[in-house]
């Protein structure tokens, strides 16, 4: 009887409370993934309706050099940041020598740097006119450029040096966390059956690592097909470059759609590699059981190549870049630190603030509607929605734009003809069209972060305060916010962090005449005047370094076992 | 021959362990913190000991005073861990050949084909190790083990993390492996059914040393080791032989020193030759030959000693022509006035001899 009674009360329950709102929930969620969509399929459905036919156009010219130039820009960057990332990985993580301990964390410091601003740098101290060469000719005595060879920074090798000196510590991340969680019980395994720690490594450690090495060199390149401000600089013609070039040199904007969506197969790609590398990372577990890590003893020579094969990474993608920009914002100081400069940084703080509490408040929403409707759709439509990291800023930026005018066209067609009076152009061009390209393109680490920690709280969490009364909204504001609290805030400032360093779609979507520090820094550093720009540029690294104190953090205790009590076993 | 003598310091824990293992099985027994793992780790040179000496078969691995330490991918010692530590990104095939594709032809000293059909791994060799049950798995790791042809066999208690019925399903295979590698093996265990079944040579190490080595008979039939191997397993054990089968109620008849042991049907062919564990609490006493009592196997015999701790029970030393532990109450012992010297007849119940306390000996099983 009493069962009856609670079975009947439970059902009731579910139906009047619980239904109604995990549809509002389903709805609301859905709508932000739809609307968080709209630009990529904007550029894809322009790019498939072409007003006249510039695809043969696009493919007998510019097409097969920006593929080209593309993949090669790829295949370089893909290639440094894995030998970089990987050694040092292995030598941070399984061996002892001077310095290691700095490095563990230091190694992740060239990600507080845009490639942008390293670009900027390094052609500063690399060109003709720069210290290194003239300091070359006044020692040898050369006169001209003819009579020594010395190589073209602002070239595509130079692109792919500039992007691998700081996208590596993507790749160094997710290996050292690899190599930290393979448990070394497997090495040891390799050793006793008479294989070196070489050998081992290259038969054991590597191929185990490999889905992560992957994930971490997927993303690398994803960020390589994001990058603008380096290839505009270094003239180096890539899609991003040529999207740009198509839409704003030749005012074609179906042509940049298509480039646009033809660079998105390279993402799909990408994403693919990604997604299937970490469903293989799950069966690579090895073990449950940890031990101290074997610290192979590195000393004399060995270890010396050792220090400096962590130090050259440390030290081109961050000590020399912010040290010069440091110089020169001494240097440079009444130029660089005027009142101008300080309004662009309140625009950017203005923006980015913006945009992490936006992109916060709906990946709560949504790992929060996920949460409790569950369901194979609602999980793919996030997982959809949080695809936008992996799409370039430049797509996004045409999508934007073209689904916004859209909206602006049907708006004022919907006024004029409804009042009378045109509205123009409502979002086009403001700081909602910025905000909203920061959101589709960053939703993806807000959500990610916060999705992880709400999968923490258990399910009996929120069934006790259920029963206590707390309907689902309430329960979020009572258990869950408290709880995830600090995993929110880190998500925050993910958010604002890339936000402040964003560029290509900045530049774009920005209202006219409205400057950010990132804008500032490509504008005054592109027309070569790097000192007035420095303060600006070191203010960006600043911001950037973050997060990177967070990762460090969090990477150094992801490992149970792990440091000074797993040493007796 | 193994030869030890090592000490390391683990925090404020002293490792100082001498002892010598033969051919056959030598069982390392102790209680969880003994150190047991810590010794095999220092054997295989996963790590270091501060000082001594390790030397097999006159190959030095490790002399502090020399400044000898091999490393472990060169002192050719197999390890078959607790966790079978597969690679995972491996076939069973791969994993198998993996030690061995590096040892030259000339020092391979186990076949491949035969390893692979004593351990019966020909079903699985295309396999992933994740599809493998826990006992399968641990059947590869010590195939792989031996593959790369080691000089002798570490094994760290590799049926620890399984449960019964897998036990039962591995033990054969150890067995087959201790009479037919013809590899010195060095097992690690803190299960005495496990020891019994599979030693020949038994030490036993309780914080940090070895304090006893021995053979399993003479150990176990030590009334002063008795809080080491524990009191509820406290059993004498010796070896026998089965003479006959009784096919009418079922029974096999085993020999040793003079005596017929009765025990439930062992499906083994005459002559096979066992070890048997009679533990303490299974035997009975009596001053006079009892008439009319179910008990079959009744020895007569002599009390050698008796370990008394105050406690309410006894365990005495009784020779049948070997060994036998008997335990009785306090008060049994007091109203029978048992001494040493004293003749008993010492009553074990058939029943009470279980599969568990019985090991076979250098005969093929067929289980």
Known sequence: MTSMVARTAGAAWRRTDWRSWANGWTLGTMAIALAVMVPVIAVITLAFNPSDDIWRHLASTVLPMYIGTTLQLMVGVGIGTFMIGVGSAWLVTMCRFPGRRVFEWA??????????????????????????????????????????????????????????????????????????????????????????????????????????????????????????????????????????????????????????????????????????????????????????????RLAGTIGALSFAACFIPVLLGFLLPSGVLAAYAVTYFEDAANPAVLAHAANSVMLSSLAAVLAVAVA????????????????????????????????????????????????????????????????????????????????????????????????????????????????????????IKSSVLTAAILVFVDCMKELPMTVILRPFNFQTLATFVHQYASDEQLGEASLAALAIVGTGILPVLFLSMAITRSRPGHGRQGEVS | MLEVDISRRFGDFPLHVRFTAETGLTALFGRSGAGKTSLINLLAGLERPDGGRIEIDGHVLFDASEGVDLPPQKRRLGYVFQESRLFPHMSVLGNLSYGMRLRPASERHQDFHQVVDMLDLKPFLDRRPKTLSGGEKQRVAIGRALLASPRLLLMDEPLASLDAPRKNEILPFIERLRDEANLPIVYVSHALDEVIRLADTLVILSEGRAVASGSVEQIMSRLDLRPLTGRYETGAVFSAAVVAQDDTFGLTELAFAGNRLLVPRLRMPEGTSLRVRIRARDVSLSLTPPADISVLNIFPGRIEEIGADGGPQADLLVDIGVPLIARVTRKSLHELDLKPGKKVYALVKAVAVDRPSLGQRGTEIRS
């Open chain 1, 364 to 483: 709560i929403f949504m790992a929060y509607g996920v949460r409790i409707k569950g369901g194979k759709v609602l999980k793919a439509v996030a997982r959809l929605a949080s695809m936008g990291y992996a799409v370039p800023g430049s797509v996004l930026a045409v999508g934007v734009i073209v689904s916004l005018a859209s909206l602006d066209n049907a708006v004022d067609g919907f006024f004029r003809e409804t009042f009378g009076i045109s509205t123009g152009l409502l979002f086009s061009g403001t700081i909602a069209a910025v905000t909203f390209g920061y959101l589709v393109r960053f939703l993806a680490l807000s959500y990610g972060t916060v999705e992880a920690s709400l999968s923490k709280v258990t399910p009996n969490m929120e069934g006790a305060a259920r029963c206590l009364g707390h309907g689902p909204f309430s329960t979020m504001r009572r258990v869950h916010v408290p709880l």
């Open chain 1, 107 to 296: 190694l992740l410091l060239p990600m507080a740097v845009p490639a942008y601003v390293i670009a900027y740098v390094y052609t500063d101290i690399l060109e003709y006119a720069g210290p290194l060469q003239k300091g070359l000719r006044e020692i040898f005595g050369w006169t001209g450029k003819s009579q020594y060879w010395f190589p073209e920074i602002r070239s595509l090798g130079g692109a792919v040096s500039m992007m691998t000196l700081v996208l590596y510590p993507y790749v160094y991340m997710l290996s050292r966390a690899a190599f930290l969680e393979q448990s070394v019980c497997v090495l040891e395994a390799s050793r006793v059956l008479g294989r070196g720690p070489w050998r081992s490594f290259f038969s054991v450690a590597l191929p185990l690592a490999r889905p992560a090495i992957v994930i971490g060199v997927s993303l690398v390149l994803m960020e390589t097909l994001n990058d603008f401000g380096t290839v505009d600089f270094f003239a180096v013609n890539t899609f991003t470059l040529g999207i740009f070039d198509v839409w704003l040199n030749m005012n074609n904007v179906a042509g940049a759609a298509q480039l646009a969506s033809l660079l998105l197969l390279f993402v799909v790609a990408l994403i693919f590699l990604e997604r299937f590398s970490r469903r293989k990372q799950r069966f690579h577990h090895t073990t449950t059981k940890y031990k101290a890590l074997p610290g192979y």
